[in-house]
């Protein structure tokens, strides 16, 4: 699997030359698989999901330079809910995965999504799916990556406690860096964060993103990003 983790989507033309050269094709010849699990945990997080379904970018959260990952041209493009995979049979979506070319994971809350992508089984697929495919993650979706994720950054909790996340990727990510909603995450607050992380930190904004290939770690940036690794 490859991984092209963002901070606020497909925002800019080096981060969406970045996912169709990960592809190997043009988006209109491929499929994709919407995953808004994570907004349910988040004031009005059905409505936000809805709307970003429809490509109704103006509404969403962050408006500045957003693009929603279902309306960039997809050949075709399903919605997978993760709490509905546990009461029903695989065969009704676990084929639709193994084929699908790319997973979008929409952001809100990272330990939420991580719960449900352990208890759908999600979670367990992910290493096993083949190179071909690609997960594009936004804010949580990327976050969801790393081995964990900082106290700051707990909004919902799991029933085990803690912030341990999947652990798919050996660094963390601090995403909307110096987001001019978003006071709290300077870069101040971000270095202290990361001082504060087991493993090195990637603080990145809304116009960069990393991309993960057979464990080599890429930036792809037109905006501003810092590394943070403890001495």
Same mark, same amino acid.
């Given at each position: 699997? !490859?991984? =092209?983790?963002t901070s606020g989507g497909?925002?800019?033309? @080096? +981060?969406?030359?970045?996912?169709?050269?990960? /592809?190997? &094709?043009?988006?209109?010849?491929?499929?994709?698989?919407?995953?808004?699990?994570?907004?349910?945990?988040?004031?009005?997080?059905?409505?936000?999901?809805?709307?970003?379904?429809?490509?109704?970018?103006?509404?969403?959260?962050?408006?500045?330079?957003?693009?929603?990952?279902?309306?960039?041209?997809? !050949?075709? =493009?399903?919605?997978?809910?993760?709490?509905?995979?546990? @009461? +029903?049979?695989?065969?009704?979506?676990?084929? /639709?995965? &193994?084929?699908?070319?790319?997973?979008?994971?929409?952001?809100?809350?990272?330990?939420?999504?991580?719960?449900?992508?352990?208890?759908?089984?999600?979670?367990?697929?992910?290493?096993?799916?083949?190179?071909?495919?690609?997960?594009?993650?936004?804010?949580?979706?990327?976050?969801?990556?790393?081995?964990?994720?900082?106290?700051?950054?707990?909004?919902?909790?799991?029933?085990?406690?803690?912030?341990?996340?999947?652990?798919?990727?050996?660094?963390?990510?601090?995403?909307?860096?110096?987001?001019h909603d978003m006071p709290?995450?300077?870069m101040a607050n971000a270095?202290?964060?990361?001082?504060?992380?087991?493993?090195?930190?990637?603080?990145?904004?809304?116009?960069?993103?990393?991309?993960?290939?057979?464990?080599?770690?890429?930036?792809?940036?037109?905006?501003?990003?810092?590394?943070?690794?403890?001495?």
């Amino acid at each position: 699997m !490859k991984f =092209l983790l963002t901070s606020g989507g497909i925002s800019n033309d @080096s +981060i969406r030359n970045a996912l169709v050269d990960l /592809l190997g &094709k043009p988006i209109s010849e491929s499929s994709a698989l919407y995953i808004p699990t994570a907004l349910y945990a988040n004031p009005n997080g059905p409505a936000m999901a809805a709307r970003l379904i429809r490509g109704e970018t103006n509404t969403a959260p962050f408006p500045d330079g957003f693009t929603s990952m279902c309306e960039l041209g997809w !050949k075709s =493009l399903g919605v997978l809910e993760l709490t509905a995979l546990p @009461s +029903i049979d695989e065969k009704c979506w676990l084929p /639709l995965v &193994k084929e699908t070319d790319a997973l979008l994971v929409e952001g809100g809350d990272p330990l939420y999504l991580c719960y449900w992508m352990r208890q759908s089984g999600l979670a367990d697929l992910l290493p096993e799916l083949g190179r071909e495919t690609v997960y594009v993650g936004l804010s949580a979706g990327s976050m969801v990556m790393a081995p964990s994720i900082g106290e700051d950054f707990v909004g919902w909790k799991p029933p085990t406690g803690g912030d341990r996340t999947l652990g798919l990727v050996d660094f963390a990510m601090c995403p909307h860096l110096d987001h001019h909603d978003m006071p709290d995450n300077s870069m101040a607050n971000a270095e202290k964060w990361a001082a504060g992380m087991p493993v090195p930190a990637y603080l990145i904004d809304d116009q960069t993103a990393i991309q993960v290939v057979d464990g080599v770690v890429d930036v792809i940036s037109e905006g501003h990003w810092k590394l943070f690794t403890q001495e």
